[in-house]
Nanobody, 130 residues
Framework: EVQLVESGGGLVQAGGSLRLSCAAS????????IGWIRQAPGKEREAVSC????????YYADSVKGRFTIFSDNAKNTVYLQMNSLKPEDTAVYYC???????????????????????WGKGTLVTVSS
């Protein structure tokens, strides 16, 4: 069974940085994708970024491009989201989510992420103060 556990959320001032971690277990092959989806109070879920376990391809929402970086440490089975230049509008619960049988991520896959992921973590809260 696939399990995802997020950590690293917290309170940070605008302009600061945080690194989120997603420890993944239960994958038996590399054909998966892991992504980060966030949900702010009273707002719809928003896909933030994703990475393929097969070819390392990545994709970002326009709202975070150039500020956030997704990367993985396969030895630790962990995916990270490095968030720099944080803004108050980045405040949200950040969920790690995963799909199996995905070998490459692109704009078309990214568009399905908000509600179509097979596995979800419990989320970690990021609060950015102004």
């Amino acid at each position: 069974e696939v399990q995802l556990v997020e950590s690293g959320g917290g309170l940070v001032q605008a302009g600061g940085s945080l690194r989120l971690s997603c420890a993944a277990s239960g994958f038996t092959s590399d054909d998966y994708a892991i992504g980060w989806i966030r949900q702010a109070p009273g707002k719809e879920r928003e896909a933030v970024s994703c990475i393929s376990g097969s070819d390392g391809s990545t994709y970002y929402a326009d709202s975070v491009k150039g500020r956030f970086t997704i990367f993985s440490d396969n030895a630790k089975n962990t995916v990270y989201l490095q968030m720099n230049s944080l803004k108050p509008e980045d405040t949200a619960v950040y969920y790690c989510a995963a799909d199996r049988f995905v070998t490459h991520v692109s704009a078309s896959y990214f568009a399905t992420m908000n509600y179509g992921m097979d596995y979800w973590g419990k989320g970690t809260l990021v609060t950015v103060s102004s």
